[in-house]
């Protein structure tokens, strides 16, 4: 038997401390249904399957309201629920429920990703970048960046540069400002092609050396 060694109250809920380490969210609800108290002891195994299968629906919700402001990949929902002090067991079965509804689907994230970010003026790598972050699969991120034209990269690409090209000061070296700009489009996620093309339409030829 384990012991309970601190129970602290949040907002809607109980955080549960055993034995100095190991920590149980448990929501007010249940709380009420099965009071503990600290220095309790308690049977840790027994208790958290009993808490998972209560737990689900807290979770469920609490997933459903997370993906209802924007779409969110696997990862992101997994993370927001375990760092809420939710089972890991209770987590999986929340996933696969989501999953399973198509209320959560990866391969629609990182085409809904791809879409908006691209419309902000962001380049290709930068773009797969975000979205290895958030837990995309590659074949999945690959067909999703398929849809960003070379068209639409270098429109951004160019209204970039000419903004970045109209702070240029009087007298200022040609060739230092194009470098400049080039890494701004760099940190962006352009290719080199892209941003020395519109460098080009918006600066004239730049300097070899750039």
Not at 45 to 67: C, K, P, S, T
Not at 110 to 137: D, F, T
Not at 203 to 210: H, K, V
């Amino acid at each position: 038997m384990d012991l309970i060694t601190e129970i602290r109250k949040e907002r809607g809920r109980y955080r549960v401390t055993v034995s100095e380490s190991e920590e149980f969210i448990v929501p007010a609800s249940l709380m009420r249904e099965r009071p503990l108290q600290e220095g309790q002891p308690i049977d840790t195994e027994e208790y958290d399957n009993w808490l998972m299968v209560r737990q689900y629906r807290h979770a469920l919700d609490r997933a459903v309201a997370f993906l209802a402001a924007r779409a969110r990949s696997k990862r992101e929902v997994e993370q927001r629920l375990l760092q809420a002090g939710y089972r890991p067991c209770t987590v999986e079965m929340v996933v696969y429920k989501l999953e399973r509804e198509h209320i959560l689907d990866d391969a629609d994230f990182a085409r809904q990703w791809v879409e908006s970010r691209s419309s902000h003026k962001l380049g290709r790598s930068r773009i797969a970048m975000e979205l290895r972050r958030k837990g995309i699969a590659s074949d999945e991120a690959e067909e999703a960046l398929s849809a960003i034209e070379d068209d639409d990269q270098l429109k951004g690409a160019v209204a970039l540069a000419q903004k970045a090209a109209a702070r240029i000061k009087p007298g200022e070296d040609p060739r230092k400002a194009a470098n400049r700009i080039a890494g701004m489009l760099a940190r962006r996620g352009y290719s080199w092609d892209i941003a020395k093309a519109a460098i080009d339409r918006t600066m004239g030829e730049p300097d070899d050396d750039m």
